[in-house]
């Protein structure tokens, strides 16, 4: 038996505990590692929960339709016409394969199988939620968004064995959680993010180099005449590694900016905040990320994906964050990354004054940006 796809879910789970991102405690342990029992009954759904209707091309959103999935569900419709379900519901189907692996893994490896029931338990829930979704709607080929959980292999494993595909589309820029994962296609914005998975043990084969999903867009965008409105915009994040500490660093020390060398400064609420957002006393702008872009000089942020994209328009772009967080933006240069105060302000005045001096060519820039493939099936 082939059980790379198995260990790659084992390892990744093994990395996940260890950075912090599966917090599991002695009773989630002991829980989890009864619940490879618990699920059993489920398997038995897989004889009445079926649909003969198959569905090739199909986004899964297993939540609500907020802000920021809006725009980017609606990208995904145009760029693929395809379906999209958002917030699924489906009972939780596991299914045969998972058992038959779990049974072969105690007879060939029985020390290591129960030393890790708690895996199996984690593994057992998460899959048969997608199996699930699978069974549901009769779901052949589907295509996840910024998935890197460690059950990403096995899922990919099932799906496959039931003559099918798995496909996960980039969207932010990602963590140490995401390694060792294995999809039949894993769609990125460039070889450094390619590179970057592969270093962390993710399987070399997968990667398709296709841009953002934005790109489209911001070729649009700056095919037009663009005026600038604005020196900086800081675009705030809404992710849970987000240092309210150099958030209010950030804004000290705009405000220093704007009162010492009347820059003008506007604010980027990150999409999920945008109804509960203060304005500190800047600008809001509320306008898509790449009209954001397009108005402003520099870019400003802790580790927004804006800061990407914001150096795919050709435009400036600056980090401040903890040193320990660097590897967030390890896409920019080492000068473009600031974790002292006393060194930012000389930074962005130096990035503006460089700004002010190049002459930007857009044409260039047009031809370099490249969108996903609408046939990636």
Request: glycine fraction near 4%; charged fraction near 20%.
């Given at each position: 038996m082939n059980n790379e796809d198995l260990m790659r879910s084992f390892n990744q789970y093994i990395k996940h505990k260890k950075i912090g991102h599966?917090?599991?405690?002695?009773?989630?342990?002991?829980?989890?590692?009864?619940?490879?029992?618990?699920?059993?009954?489920?398997?038995?759904?897989?004889?009445?929960?079926?649909?003969?209707?198959?569905?090739?091309?199909?986004?899964?959103?297993?939540?609500?339709?907020?802000?920021?999935?809006k725009t980017i569900v609606e990208d995904l419709r145009k760029i693929s016409n395809s379906q999209v379900i958002l917030n699924p519901q489906a009972l939780y189907i596991v299914p045969f394969i998972l058992y038959r692996d779990f049974l072969l893994c105690?007879?060939?490896?029985?020390?290591?199988?129960?030393?890790?029931?708690?895996?199996?338990?984690?593994?057992?829930?998460?899959?048969?939620?997608?199996?699930?979704?699978?069974?549901?709607?009769?779901?052949?080929?589907?295509?996840?968004?910024?998935?890197?959980?460690?059950?990403?292999?096995?899922?990919?494993?099932?799906?496959?064995?039931?003559?099918?595909?798995?496909?996960?589309?980039?969207?932010?820029?990602?963590?140490?959680?995401?390694?060792?994962?294995?999809?039949?296609?894993?769609?990125?914005?460039?070889?450094?993010?390619?590179?970057?998975?592969?270093?962390?043990?993710?399987?070399?084969?997968?990667?398709?180099?296709?841009?953002?999903?934005?790109?489209?867009?911001?070729?649009?965008?700056?095919?037009?005449?663009?005026?600038?409105?604005?020196?900086?915009?800081?675009a705030l994040q809404g992710d849970e590694y987000s240092s309210s500490k150099y958030k209010q660093e950030i804004l000290k020390l705009l405000n220093e900016l704007r009162d010492k060398h009347g820059l003008k400064i506007a604010i980027k609420p990150h999409p999920i905040y945008m109804d509960t957002f203060k304005s500190y006393g800047f600008d809001i702008i509320t306008n898509p990320v790449y009209e954001s872009i397009g108005v402003t000089q520099l870019v400003i942020s802790q580790f927004s994906t804006m800061l990407y994209d914001a150096k795919s328009m050709g435009k400036k772009a600056f980090a401040f964050l903890p040193e320990k967080q660097r590897h967030l933006v390890s896409y920019l240069k080492e000068e473009e990354v600031i974790s002292d105060y006393k060194e930012a302000s000389n930074k962005v005045l130096e990035l503006l004054n460089k700004n002010r001096k190049e002459k930007l060519d857009i044409a260039k820039k047009i031809d370099t940006l490249e969108i996903v493939d609408a046939t990636i099936y």
């Open positions: 599966l917090k599991i405690n002695l009773f989630k342990k002991i829980s989890l590692s009864f619940l490879i029992v618990f699920l059993f009954p489920l398997i038995f759904l897989n004889f009445f929960y079926w649909t003969s209707k198959q569905t090739n091309k199909l986004f899964i959103f297993p939540f609500n339709n907020r802000e920021p999935m105690l007879i060939n490896r029985p020390i290591w199988t129960i030393q890790n029931l708690d895996f199996w338990g984690a593994l057992a829930l998460k899959i048969s939620k997608y199996y699930g979704y699978k069974q549901r709607y009769g779901i052949k080929n589907m295509l996840i968004f910024q998935e890197y959980s460690f059950y990403s292999s096995y899922l990919t494993k099932i799906f496959e064995s039931e003559h099918g595909k798995l496909y996960n589309m980039m969207h932010g820029i990602p963590g140490e959680e995401a390694s060792f994962f294995r999809f039949s296609k894993c769609f990125v914005w460039d070889e450094y993010f390619k590179s970057y998975f592969i270093r962390n043990g993710a399987e070399e084969k997968q990667f398709v180099i296709s841009g953002s999903i934005f790109h489209q867009k911001l070729k649009e965008y700056l095919s037009n005449s663009i005026v600038i409105q604005y020196d900086i915009i800081y």
